[in-house]
């Protein structure tokens, strides 16, 4: 075994997928980066868009206590 310190530049960057945590591959190749697929990612813009729509939406008018 004789394997040099510094990490190959040439190894994909792998990082965990924001919404399952899977090791996704960050690559040009993969067009769903940083997540691992389009279901995570269609999960993870989801989850935002609805959290948006919520804060924007929902406005509790708690204010008729007078
Ligand atoms: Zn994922």
Redesign the pocket.
Known sequence: MSEPTAPPSRAPRVVP??????P?LFTPDNPFRP???A???G?DFGAWATESYRVGAESPPDTADD
């Open positions: 997928c924001p919404t399952c945590r899977a996704t997540f691992c697929s279901r995570c990612q999960q």
